[in-house]
């Protein structure tokens, strides 16, 4: 099974732009979550879907939000980009009985 | 008080020694728990999950937990050079319904295998 699919792996962007990641999960995979990873504050959860309907949410403001699709697809958007915004974010998915299983992760510069 | 605490490092040990590993955990109603590694600049790898009190071993891996105590470890026997990386417990909260919950990580502890 291919694992988890994450695009793009790097992106630079400047301040008050906006950004989109994208990630396929393991086929069979309805749960999809997203996290950021920063040196400070380390690994923090964002929001999680399950079909098509957001489930859980971290404790991020407004700009970061998300969306699922039919196909268990997700996307993430930050809006308004700011410095701090520059992070690991990763995605993950899984089914009712697996671990969470990780992307590579996209690497989001904000200059 | 964090949700999830791991034992401050970096934490160095030599080749063959075994690295302990530890992390409590603040939500009672917990019931999976998990031991990440990461490598430097790549994503979070899953080593080790266990759900009952008790050890489970797999390999030269340990996981060891304790509900009544909210303590979770994890310990590496025959440590290799290749085990130096961050590792990272997690929890996962807040499952019920369609939520398969959010999985809280601790800060991660950094080990270092020395030759």
């Known amino acids: 099974k291919a694992g988890v699919t994450q695009t793009p792996r790097y992106l630079i962007k400047t301040r008050g732009q906006q950004v989109t990641l994208s990630c396929s999960p393991i086929?069979?995979?309805?749960?999809v979550s997203w996290y950021q990873q920063t040196p400070g504050q380390g690994l923090q959860f964002l929001f999680e879907?399950?079909?098509?309907?957001?489930?859980n949410k971290g404790n991020f403001p407004g700009r970061f939000s998300g969306r699922q699709f039919s196909n268990s697809r997700s996307e993430m958007n930050v809006s308004t980009l700011e410095l701090g915004d520059s992070a690991l974010y990763l995605c993950?998915?899984?089914?009712?009985?697996?671990?969470?299983?990780f992307g590579n992760g996209t690497r989001l510069t904000v200059t | 008080q964090k949700e999830v605490e791991q034992n401050s490092g970096p934490l160095s040990v030599p080749e063959g020694a075994i690295a302990s590993l530890n992390c409590t955990y603040s939500d009672r109603g917990s019931q999976s728990f998990f031991w990440y590694r990461q490598y430097s600049g790549k994503s979070p790898e899953l080593i080790m999950s266990?759900?009952?009190?008790g050890d489970k071993e797999d390999g030269r891996f340990t996981a060891q937990l304790n509900k009544a105590s909210q303590y979770v470890s994890l310990l590496i026997r025959d440590s290799q050079p290749s085990d130096s990386a961050t590792y990272l417990c997690a929890v996962i909260t807040h499952a019920g319904g369609t939520s398969y919950g959010k999985l809280t990580f601790g800060q991660g502890t950094i080990l270092t295998v020395h030759p």
């Open positions: 266990i759900y009952s009190n």
């Open positions: 993950a998915s899984k089914d009712r009985h697996s671990p969470l299983h």
């Open positions: 879907y399950f079909s098509e309907t957001q489930r």
């Open positions: 086929s069979g995979h309805r749960s």
